[in-house]
């Protein structure tokens, strides 16, 4: 975009690139807040249950650049969840939510949704949730 423009002009411009990017980030994060959060309700009632998730990602760069994990008690919990369709239907349901949200579709179609347990965190990582993840 800027490629055209001489290096000096580039130079300024970026500070106001980075904060363009941060509101962008802020509000796409707020986003997907509320999209977890309607997914979340939307399966409260299934089992077995999501103890914990979380978001990331640079989605402000570009929509695709975000991942969500839910995550399961037990490894066995998981493959429950994956038998009887319920991390599918987290899948299709997070990248519904995250459209109707306000979220860009193209990012809700190419973003990752992930699955664990916190027992193979534990087990691969002594319950470190950074070291795991990253």
Not at 97 to 104: D, H, I, Q, V
Request: hydrophobic share 40%; charged share 25%; aromatic share 10%.
């Amino acid at each position: 975009m800027y490629s055209r423009l001489p290096l000096v002009v580039r130079k300024a411009l970026y500070p106001l690139e980075l904060r363009v990017r941060a509101i962008r980030q802020r509000r796409l994060d707020s986003i997907v807040k509320s999209a977890i959060m309607e997914v979340l309700n939307s399966v409260a009632e299934r089992n077995p249950q999501i103890v914990k998730h979380f978001s990331y990602g640079a989605s402000a760069l570009h929509p695709r650049h975000l991942v969500t994990w839910y995550i399961f008690r037990t490894d066995a919990d998981l493959e429950e969840a994956r038998g009887s369709g319920l991390t599918a239907d987290l899948d299709s349901l997070t990248r519904a939510e995250l459209t109707s949200c306000g979220y860009p579709s193209s990012g809700a179609g190419a973003m990752y949704v992930s699955f664990t347990s916190e027992e193979d965190v534990n087990n691969k990582a002594g319950g470190n949730y950074w070291l795991y993840f990253k």
